[in-house]
């Protein structure tokens, strides 16, 4: 059982440009999100799924667009790079949505550096 | 979400019981509270979840008072593994989101 699991673990990006990170689950949660954490801060969610087909945004959406075609899958866009968004990025699946009665599992991150 | 606090950090030392207290005043009815830990370069771990009065498993203890407003995060006899941050936070189900604060930075002294 893999849990969650984030691609790439390590990128760098120049100002500009674009990408995707990739999360995937296999444990059938219908619950994703995906927070960044910046150094010696603690994690800010950034967009959150409760379903496939259905995305919010969370505290810091600006930068950032997220879909959920299905319910393994919910990779993160940046459509222009900029330095501000150098952190750690992490994705969590939940089967709860909060945890109240189940826990929320994260991936091992993506550590993103914009240059 | 009803809004957490915690101290920044402690400090302890190997084979001491550590509390760390959360201060969650707008506590909702249907509000639970959850610690997660968090150890460098990685994402956060689930420890334990309470609702009201007492909850233990095999990692911690979790004290609720009456009044919901407060929690207290218990580590028996910790040792330096324990070393890690230690967020606590509030809320109900089928929100699909979690809302950390900055945690408490606990380190473990030899």
């Known amino acids: 059982n893999a849990g969650v699991t984030q691609t790439p673990k390590f990128q760098v990006l120049k100002t500009g440009q674009s990408m995707t990170l990739q999360c995937a689950q296999d444990m059938n949660h219908e619950y994703m999100s995906w927070y960044r954490q910046d150094p010696g801060m603690g994690l800010r969610l950034i967009h959150y799924?409760?379903?496939?087909?259905?995305?919010d945004q969370g505290e810091v959406p600006n930068g950032y667009n997220v879909s959920r075609s299905t319910t393994e899958d919910f990779p993160l866009r940046l459509l222009s790079a900029a330095p501000s968004q150098t952190s750690v990025y992490f994705c969590?699946?939940?089967?709860?949505?909060?945890?109240?009665?189940?826990?929320?599992?994260f991936g091992q991150g993506t550590r993103l550096t914009v240059v | 979400l009803a809004k957490t606090t915690q101290p920044i950090s402690m400090d302890s030392y190997e084979g001491q019981e550590v509390n760390i207290t959360c201060s969650h005043n707008n506590i909702a009815t249907n509000d639970y509270i959850t610690w997660y830990q968090q150890f460098p370069s990685q994402g956060p771990r689930f420890i334990i979840q309470?609702?009201?009065t007492k909850v233990t498993n095999e990692v911690a203890s979790l004290f609720i008072p009456a009044d919901r407003k407060s929690s207290t995060l218990s580590l028996p006899r910790v040792s330096l593994s324990d070393t890690a941050v230690y967020y606590c936070?509030?809320?109900?189900?089928?929100?699909?989101?979690?809302?950390f604060g900055q945690g408490t930075t606990l380190q473990v002294k030899p």
């Open positions: 309470g609702y009201k």
């Open positions: 969590a699946s939940d089967e709860d949505g909060w945890g109240r009665i189940t826990e929320a599992f």
């Open positions: 799924s409760v379903g496939a087909g259905i995305t």
């Open positions: 936070l509030v809320g109900a189900g089928n929100t699909g989101k979690l809302i």
